[in-house]
């Protein structure tokens, strides 16, 4: 038993999860609940062997879920803990389970085998293969192994999705009570100011989440290119860069008291989850303060682009909640609006249902 293993058994974590489980379904109705209860114990499980202290953030996560669920200072809001499961759900659709046989077709070739071509050959992924050398120059995915790029490729874009809205509770916090912004954020304090942010900035710009603030180094772009006050609206305003962090600050943790064998194509697969976990939320960036950052593109960031469009897609099973006044007091409904989702291509007539 690890450090963090024997920690999260001696604080007792199960039996918190346990209650609240119970707390919840007090809250959510029976057919809420019973989703809930199932996709989140698989969650938890999945999460075990591949981000264990998601035991951790799932005790404020699920619960901060739900308090966003019926929050009125945000005119709506959805489900996200039954989301994000269904989204590595549809990812899996997309991908074919990781068979390019079954994945989605496109004209002549499928989602997963154009997305192996561009992180394989494309010049526009050159800086993923840098990376991973940084971290493994002996690995056989930069000699082209295309069936290893499949399976690190499809496992890494089924961990994103699982996660991929890791970042709603501080967005959330930050929407409570915005003078806690400077005392709450991840395993330390949420960078504010230009010595903060730049500090930041410096001591992480080389982890592939930054890459999009310098449009993935294009152009003779640099970190020294980063614009730090857009950095810092970014923070504030998206719940994609804080869940990036979440996600790299607790993986960064757990893994530097368990190192494995693997470490080097660990450290490069948690590095490209949170480049896309943070580029899935970027429309505040594009739309309000700096039109320069990159929009999503295939050619240059598969994972992110797949992470989004199955984020999209992803709007059945996905409750929404109405307060209804009553003569006693209130009555909280949950809607289910959508039921399936379908994907066609134009070109090749293909099309994609996807329901639960």
Request: with cysteine; net charge negative; charged share 25%.
């Amino acid at each position: 038993m690890g450090k963090y293993d024997k920690a999260l058994d001696d604080w007792g974590i199960e039996r918190r999860i346990r209650k609240t489980f119970d707390e919840l379904e007090r809250r959510l109705g029976s057919k809420y609940f019973s989703e809930f209860e199932r996709v989140q114990t698989k969650v938890k499980e999945y999460g075990s062997f591949m981000f264990p202290l998601y035991k951790i953030l799932f005790l404020d996560i699920a619960c901060e879920d739900w308090l966003s669920l019926v929050d009125f200072h945000k005119g709506f809001s959805r489900d996200h803990s039954v989301h994000q499961p269904l989204t590595a759900y549809i990812v899996c659709k997309l991908l074919g389970g990781g068979d390019i046989a079954e994945s989605f077709q496109i004209q002549d070739a499928s989602l997963l085998d154009k997305a192996l071509d561009v992180i394989i050959d494309g010049q526009g992924t050159k800086y993923l293969r840098d990376r991973l050398a940084f971290y493994d120059s002996s690995s056989k995915l930069l000699s082209g192994d295309r069936n290893a790029w499949k399976a690190v490729f499809y496992q890494t874009a089924i961990i994103t999705a699982m996660y991929h809205d890791l970042g709603y509770p501080w967005q959330f916090i930050d929407r409570m009570h915005d003078f806690l912004k400077d005392d709450i954020l991840l395993c330390g304090r949420l960078p504010k100011g230009s010595s903060a942010i730049h500090s930041y900035i410096t001591a992480h710009n080389e982890e592939l989440m930054f890459r999009p603030f310098y449009n993935y180094g294009e152009s003779g772009a640099s970190t020294d290119d980063i614009k730090e006050d857009l950095f810092e609206h970014i923070l504030h305003n998206s719940h994609g860069l804080p869940g990036a962090l979440a996600y790299h600050a607790y993986n960064n943790e757990y893994c530097s008291k368990t190192p494995t064998d693997s470490f080097g194509l660990i450290k490069f697969c948690q590095e490209w989850s949170c480049l896309a976990i943070l580029m899935h939320d970027m429309q505040k960036a594009h739309a309000t303060k700096d039109s320069s950052f990159p929009r999503l593109d295939f050619n240059t960031d598969p994972l992110s682009y797949i992470i989004a469009l199955a984020d999209t897609l992803e709007d059945f099973n996905r409750p929404s909640a109405s307060i209804d006044k009553t003569e006693t007091g209130c009555e909280i409904k949950y809607t289910f609006p959508s039921l399936s989702v379908e994907l066609r291509c134009m070109y090749s007539r293909t099309y994609l249902r996807i329901r639960r």
